[in-house]
């Protein structure tokens, strides 16, 4: 049982997606519950992350599609961008969202949330501005922020980040970004689309499956835009230009410098070490798997834990961490996180988008597996769209058929992602999915056509 002597049964430090998520899980289990935040209400998701890029991503997406229309009898045109308009377009929705998701959800759970920075002055005791919050458990869920890589010469370097440049209200004629992750990449057609000149320093999409970064590489080469597939050494500034230099020696320069090469857990202020919790080698906070740190009292969920960076993981560890500070039981966790079939989008034009095990991951973990990869020239509704830049690869177990996961590139690509992740956790075979309905002339049509490659069938469908 919790000590009832305590205000609250459970103190939050953050209030993103894993903090509100523990919140209401709490909350709906009859507990108390305090919020601490220091800064903007919602966290990364809603302030700086998910809901900013992807709302200018469409927006350049939108312009885009309007140069590259591939119907002339239907003529678009594309003017020049009014990139403070996109901004404060972005800004709006923010105010918005930030309102009816985060303060009106408190407000009908029932849950206080007190501005403040929280840190721990011993293993019992969290600090808010330097005023004890009493609680019987703590979750730590203050996310994580853009890390800055080893390039000499940055550290005295104004650069941006990938939330500084959503805040650009003047478009730059040209920019470096160092980083082909998700991150990067999505930046690089944001900027690539509204009309800037981009250089990418970095692999691209390196975690993706060969195939479908090959794809990639061919899109945004189309797109303008330059790829050196190195490694970045030095950054430094000539003649009112950035040059970034790679391990060869060769140089990319631009107006502007971006850097998105991954982040960092946001704990530089919470007094770690006075509270006993331990982090991994990056400084991610480490948790067993039902989210305890080496502190009895604390657990951690989210970004700040090193997990999968997405805010439907965060909000899973978030109610694992809630369930399991809230039970009283030290010992084995009650709840946990189960990552089997994960789905993850990269939200560039196309989109990549991913569920389960890639080929290489499938095989590092003990399976025998076998794949099957059709191009988006066998999809109807591509083909009607005039859109064929696309490719979907589907990994199988050898012997039981059972689908280990799925990879697409292509236009809408991460809508295929639920009914991908539906199969692969309900253990479906690739002859069940070629033997499950379909509707024609849509892109999830498509995850039916390969699973029928497995079983050598032409990828036809109804009407094709």
Known sequence: MLNTEYEFDLAVVGSG???????????????????????????????????????????????????????????????????????????QLIDQLRGAKYADVADAYGFEIRGGEA?????????????????????????????????????????????????????????VIIGGGYVGLEQAQLFAHLGTKVTIV?????????????????????????????????????????VVTTGSGSTASAEKLLVATGRTARTERL???AAGIST????????????????????????????PQYVYVAAAAGRAAATNALSGDAGIPSSGVDYTGLPAVIFTRPQLATAGLAEAE??????????????????????????????????????????????????????????????IKAGMTTRQIADTWAPYLTISESLRLVAGIFHNEMPTSCCA
């Open 271 to 273: 007094n770690l070490p």
């Open 280 to 307: 991994d080698e990056r400084g991610f906070i480490s948790v067993d798997s039902g989210q305890r740190t080496t502190n009895r009292r604390v657990f951690a969920a989210g970004d700040v834990t090193g997990a």
């Open 362 to 423: 499938a095989i590092a973990s003990g399976y025998r597996c076998e794949c099957r990869v059709m191009s988006f020239d066998d999809v109807p509704r591509a083909l009607v769209n005039q859109d064929t830049r696309g490719a979907i690869k589907m990994v199988a177990e050898v012997g039981t058929g059972k689908v280990l996961g799925v990879s697409v590139i292509g236009d809408n690509a991460g809508e295929i992602m639920l009914p991908a992740t539906y199969a």
């Open 17 to 91: 997606g894993a903090a509100m998520a523990a919140a209401i899980s709490a909350r709906q289990a009859g507990k108390s519950v305090v919020l601490i935040e220091r800064g903007a209400l919602g966290g990364t998701c809603v302030n700086i992350g998910c809901v900013p890029s992807k709302t200018l991503l469409a927006a350049a997406g939108a312009r885009r599609a309007a140069q590259t229309n591939p119907f002339p009898g239907a003529p678009t045109s594309a003017e020049d961008v009014d990139l403070a308009s996109l901004v404060n377009q972005k800004d």
């Open 202 to 242: 970095g692999r691209t999409a390196p975690a993706a499956e060969p195939e479908m970064s090959d794809i990639l590489r061919s899109v945004l080469a189309d797109d303008g835009m330059t790829l050196l597939e190195e490694h970045a050494v030095s950054a430094a500034i000539k003649d009112g230009q950035t």
């Open 119 to 175: 840190s721990f002055s011993d293993d019992d005791t969290l600090l808010a501005d330097g005023k004890p919050v009493s609680a019987g458990s703590f979750i730590i869920a203050t996310g994580a922020e853009p890390a800055r890589p080893d390039v000499a010469g940055l550290v005295d370097m104004d650069y941006l980040t990938s939330t500084t440049a959503m805040e650009l209200t003047k478009l730059p004629k040209s920019m």
